[in-house]
T-cell receptor, first 114, second 114 residues
Framework: RKEVEQDPGPFNVPEGATVAFNCTYS??????FFWYRQDCRKEPKLLMS???SGNEDGRFTAQLNRASQYISLLIRDSKLSDSATYLC???????????????FGKGTKLSVIP | DADVTQTPRNRITKTGKRIMLECSQT?????MYWYRQDPGLGLRLIYY???????NKGEISDGYSVSRQAQAKFSLSLESAIPNQTALYFC?????????????FGPGTRLTVL
Protein backbone atom coordinates (compact mmCIF):
# COMPACT_ATOMS: atom_id res chain seq x y z
CA ARG A 1 0.00 0.00 0.00
CA LYS A 2 1.26 3.47 -0.85
CA GLU A 3 1.99 5.66 2.16
CA VAL A 4 -0.91 8.00 1.48
CA GLU A 5 -3.41 7.46 -1.29
CA GLN A 6 -6.28 9.66 -2.37
CA ASP A 7 -8.81 9.65 -5.18
CA PRO A 8 -7.56 12.49 -7.39
CA GLY A 9 -11.03 13.42 -8.59
CA PRO A 10 -12.07 15.83 -9.84
CA PHE A 11 -15.28 15.90 -7.87
CA ASN A 12 -17.75 18.26 -9.53
CA VAL A 13 -20.69 18.94 -7.24
CA PRO A 14 -23.52 21.51 -7.18
CA GLU A 15 -23.75 24.13 -4.48
CA GLY A 16 -25.40 22.76 -1.38
CA ALA A 17 -24.35 19.19 -2.02
CA THR A 18 -22.59 16.95 0.46
CA VAL A 19 -19.31 15.46 -0.71
CA ALA A 20 -16.90 13.02 0.91
CA PHE A 21 -13.27 12.24 0.20
CA ASN A 22 -11.39 9.20 1.41
CA CYS A 23 -7.72 8.71 2.08
CA THR A 24 -5.89 5.48 2.92
CA TYR A 25 -2.55 5.33 4.69
CA SER A 26 0.05 2.64 5.31
CA UNK A 27 1.69 3.67 8.58
CA UNK A 28 -0.38 1.86 11.19
CA UNK A 29 1.59 3.61 13.96
CA UNK A 30 0.44 7.09 12.95
CA UNK A 31 -1.29 8.93 15.77
CA UNK A 32 -2.35 12.10 14.07
CA PHE A 33 -3.66 13.05 10.68
CA PHE A 34 -4.37 16.24 8.81
CA TRP A 35 -6.42 17.62 5.99
CA TYR A 36 -4.91 20.58 4.19
CA ARG A 37 -6.60 22.74 1.60
CA GLN A 38 -4.73 24.11 -1.40
CA ASP A 39 -6.17 26.69 -3.73
CA CYS A 40 -4.90 26.81 -7.29
CA ARG A 41 -1.26 27.99 -7.40
CA LYS A 42 -1.31 28.83 -3.69
CA GLU A 43 0.26 27.31 -0.61
CA PRO A 44 -1.39 24.49 1.35
CA LYS A 45 -3.17 25.55 4.52
CA LEU A 46 -4.31 23.40 7.42
CA LEU A 47 -8.02 22.66 7.33
CA MET A 48 -8.40 20.10 10.11
CA SER A 49 -6.38 17.91 12.45
CA UNK A 50 -7.58 14.46 13.49
CA UNK A 51 -6.12 12.89 16.64
CA UNK A 52 -8.84 10.47 17.73
CA SER A 53 -11.85 9.03 15.98
CA GLY A 54 -12.81 12.26 14.32
CA ASN A 55 -13.19 16.00 14.36
CA GLU A 56 -15.94 18.40 13.33
CA ASP A 57 -15.65 22.07 12.44
CA GLY A 58 -18.79 23.66 11.07
CA ARG A 59 -19.61 22.10 7.72
CA PHE A 60 -16.48 19.95 7.76
CA THR A 61 -16.17 16.57 9.45
CA ALA A 62 -13.10 14.38 9.46
CA GLN A 63 -13.36 10.76 10.53
CA LEU A 64 -10.67 8.23 11.26
CA ASN A 65 -10.93 4.47 10.95
CA ARG A 66 -7.75 3.02 12.42
CA ALA A 67 -8.68 -0.60 11.79
CA SER A 68 -9.05 0.01 8.07
CA GLN A 69 -6.42 2.75 7.99
CA TYR A 70 -8.43 5.39 6.28
CA ILE A 71 -9.46 8.95 6.93
CA SER A 72 -12.42 10.70 5.40
CA LEU A 73 -13.39 14.33 4.96
CA LEU A 74 -17.06 15.22 4.65
CA ILE A 75 -18.16 18.63 3.45
CA ARG A 76 -21.81 19.51 3.93
CA ASP A 77 -23.73 22.29 2.17
CA SER A 78 -20.90 22.91 -0.31
CA LYS A 79 -20.09 26.50 -1.17
CA LEU A 80 -18.42 27.86 -4.29
CA SER A 81 -15.54 28.91 -2.05
CA ASP A 82 -14.91 25.26 -1.13
CA SER A 83 -13.50 24.67 -4.61
CA ALA A 84 -9.89 23.65 -4.02
CA THR A 85 -7.64 20.63 -3.78
CA TYR A 86 -7.78 18.77 -0.48
CA LEU A 87 -4.58 17.09 0.71
CA CYS A 88 -4.54 14.18 3.11
CA UNK A 89 -1.44 14.30 5.32
CA UNK A 90 0.04 11.58 7.51
CA UNK A 91 3.27 11.40 9.54
CA UNK A 92 5.93 9.50 7.58
CA UNK A 93 6.65 5.86 8.18
CA UNK A 94 10.39 6.21 8.36
CA UNK A 95 10.88 9.32 10.46
CA UNK A 96 12.59 8.18 13.73
CA UNK A 97 11.58 9.27 17.17
CA UNK A 98 8.73 11.67 16.78
CA UNK A 99 7.12 11.77 13.39
CA UNK A 100 7.96 15.29 12.39
CA UNK A 101 8.04 14.46 8.73
CA UNK A 102 4.73 14.51 6.96
CA UNK A 103 3.73 12.60 3.88
CA PHE A 104 1.28 14.44 1.68
CA GLY A 105 -1.24 12.73 -0.53
CA LYS A 106 -1.48 13.93 -4.10
CA GLY A 107 -4.77 15.63 -3.34
CA THR A 108 -8.41 15.44 -4.36
CA LYS A 109 -9.71 18.26 -6.50
CA LEU A 110 -13.15 19.62 -5.72
CA SER A 111 -15.12 21.95 -7.97
CA VAL A 112 -18.39 23.33 -6.61
CA ILE A 113 -20.65 24.40 -9.43
CA PRO A 114 -23.32 27.14 -9.21
CA ASP B 1 2.74 40.87 6.92
CA ALA B 2 3.04 37.19 6.04
CA ASP B 3 4.57 34.91 8.67
CA VAL B 4 6.51 32.86 6.10
CA THR B 5 7.96 34.64 3.10
CA GLN B 6 9.81 33.31 0.10
CA THR B 7 11.96 35.09 -2.45
CA PRO B 8 11.88 35.18 -5.36
CA ARG B 9 8.26 34.33 -6.14
CA ASN B 10 9.02 33.48 -9.74
CA ARG B 11 12.30 32.68 -11.44
CA ILE B 12 13.27 31.59 -14.90
CA THR B 13 16.81 30.37 -15.35
CA LYS B 14 18.95 28.33 -17.68
CA THR B 15 20.42 24.86 -17.32
CA GLY B 16 23.66 24.89 -15.37
CA LYS B 17 23.02 28.11 -13.46
CA ARG B 18 23.26 28.28 -9.68
CA ILE B 19 20.02 29.34 -8.01
CA MET B 20 19.21 30.21 -4.43
CA LEU B 21 15.71 30.31 -3.03
CA GLU B 22 15.27 32.04 0.28
CA CYS B 23 12.79 31.58 3.08
CA SER B 24 12.24 33.73 6.14
CA GLN B 25 9.77 33.30 8.98
CA THR B 26 8.57 35.47 11.85
CA UNK B 27 6.68 32.69 13.66
CA UNK B 28 9.60 31.85 15.95
CA UNK B 29 9.46 28.19 14.93
CA UNK B 30 12.45 25.89 15.26
CA UNK B 31 11.67 23.60 12.37
CA MET B 32 11.84 24.54 8.73
CA TYR B 33 11.27 22.51 5.57
CA TRP B 34 11.70 22.73 1.84
CA TYR B 35 9.28 20.92 -0.49
CA ARG B 36 8.75 20.78 -4.19
CA GLN B 37 5.41 20.23 -5.85
CA ASP B 38 4.98 18.78 -9.30
CA PRO B 39 1.68 18.16 -11.09
CA GLY B 40 0.44 14.66 -10.30
CA LEU B 41 3.18 14.00 -7.75
CA GLY B 42 2.11 16.01 -4.77
CA LEU B 43 4.43 17.63 -2.26
CA ARG B 44 7.80 15.97 -1.71
CA LEU B 45 10.26 16.82 1.04
CA ILE B 46 13.71 18.00 -0.08
CA TYR B 47 15.41 18.98 3.20
CA TYR B 48 14.39 19.81 6.72
CA UNK B 49 16.03 21.46 9.70
CA UNK B 50 15.09 21.17 13.36
CA UNK B 51 17.40 23.98 14.44
CA UNK B 52 20.35 25.98 13.17
CA UNK B 53 22.78 23.11 13.72
CA UNK B 54 20.53 20.34 12.45
CA UNK B 55 20.05 19.68 8.73
CA ASN B 56 18.51 16.52 7.31
CA LYS B 57 17.92 15.14 3.86
CA GLY B 58 14.40 14.46 2.78
CA GLU B 59 12.97 12.20 0.14
CA ILE B 60 14.53 13.96 -2.87
CA SER B 61 17.68 15.84 -1.79
CA ASP B 62 19.90 15.00 -4.78
CA GLY B 63 20.82 18.12 -6.72
CA TYR B 64 19.93 20.43 -3.84
CA SER B 65 21.68 21.89 -0.82
CA VAL B 66 20.46 24.03 2.06
CA SER B 67 21.74 26.51 4.58
CA ARG B 68 20.13 27.44 7.89
CA GLN B 69 21.64 30.86 8.48
CA ALA B 70 19.56 31.63 11.54
CA GLN B 71 16.45 30.32 13.25
CA ALA B 72 14.37 32.47 10.93
CA LYS B 73 16.14 31.79 7.65
CA PHE B 74 16.46 28.65 5.55
CA SER B 75 17.82 28.78 2.01
CA LEU B 76 17.65 26.19 -0.74
CA SER B 77 20.30 26.09 -3.46
CA LEU B 78 20.40 24.39 -6.80
CA GLU B 79 24.11 24.25 -7.59
CA SER B 80 23.61 23.48 -11.27
CA ALA B 81 19.98 23.71 -12.29
CA ILE B 82 18.49 21.18 -14.70
CA PRO B 83 15.11 21.23 -16.46
CA ASN B 84 13.55 18.51 -14.31
CA GLN B 85 13.98 20.82 -11.33
CA THR B 86 11.25 22.98 -12.81
CA ALA B 87 8.59 22.96 -10.10
CA LEU B 88 6.78 24.94 -7.44
CA TYR B 89 8.92 25.14 -4.30
CA PHE B 90 7.46 25.68 -0.86
CA CYS B 91 9.12 26.49 2.41
CA UNK B 92 7.29 25.54 5.60
CA UNK B 93 7.77 25.91 9.34
CA UNK B 94 6.49 24.19 12.43
CA UNK B 95 7.15 24.47 16.14
CA UNK B 96 8.54 21.74 18.35
CA UNK B 97 5.70 21.37 20.79
CA UNK B 98 4.07 18.18 19.60
CA UNK B 99 4.26 14.80 17.96
CA UNK B 100 3.38 15.85 14.45
CA UNK B 101 3.02 19.54 14.12
CA UNK B 102 1.00 21.80 11.92
CA UNK B 103 3.16 23.11 9.13
CA UNK B 104 2.78 26.67 7.88
CA PHE B 105 3.71 27.25 4.28
CA GLY B 106 5.16 30.19 2.45
CA PRO B 107 3.54 31.41 -0.77
CA GLY B 108 5.86 29.36 -2.97
CA THR B 109 8.49 30.01 -5.61
CA ARG B 110 7.73 29.01 -9.16
CA LEU B 111 11.01 27.97 -10.76
CA THR B 112 11.45 27.28 -14.45
CA VAL B 113 14.71 25.83 -15.74
CA LEU B 114 15.16 26.13 -19.49
Amino acid sequence: RKEVEQDPGPFNVPEGATVAFNCTYSNSASQSFFWYRQDCRKEPKLLMSVYSSGNEDGRFTAQLNRASQYISLLIRDSKLSDSATYLCVVPSSDSGAGSYQLTFGKGTKLSVIP
Amino acid sequence: DADVTQTPRNRITKTGKRIMLECSQTKGHDRMYWYRQDPGLGLRLIYYSFDVKDINKGEISDGYSVSRQAQAKFSLSLESAIPNQTALYFCATSDSSGYADTQYFGPGTRLTVL
